[in-house]
């Protein structure tokens, strides 16, 4: 709680100024922060990555093609990682 200040002077937006919400959207991310620290990683992706069919080992992959580009109102590279989530 005693971050505030410093999340109000960074300018970050949050809806309807909500403190509790912004919170609360933090704490999964606050949880998985704290899990990296505490439990270093020991397993490999290769050893834990399903073998598909094709050869490949991934978890998901999907692609959407469009014939015309969204035009977005923000840069889309700024959400292209979230933790150890990306978007490729």
């Not at 509790?20 to 490999?44: C, D, G, H, I, M």
């Not at 580009?69 to 840069?75: K, Q, V």
Request: glycine letters at 4%; charged letters at 25%; aromatic letters at 16%.
């Amino acid at each position: 709680m005693d971050v505030r200040e410093q999340i109000d002077a960074a300018g970050l937006y949050y809806p309807d100024n909500d403190y509790n919400f912004l919170l609360w959207t933090l704490l999964p991310k606050w949880v998985e922060e704290q899990a990296w620290r505490s439990q270093p990683f020991t397993y490999k992706f290769d050893k834990v990555a399903p073998a598909r069919i094709d050869g490949g080992k991934y978890i998901a992959y999907a692609q959407l093609e469009r014939s015309i580009p969204l035009e977005l109102s923000f840069n889309p590279n700024h959400y292209s990682i979230c933790g150890a989530m990306i978007r490729m």
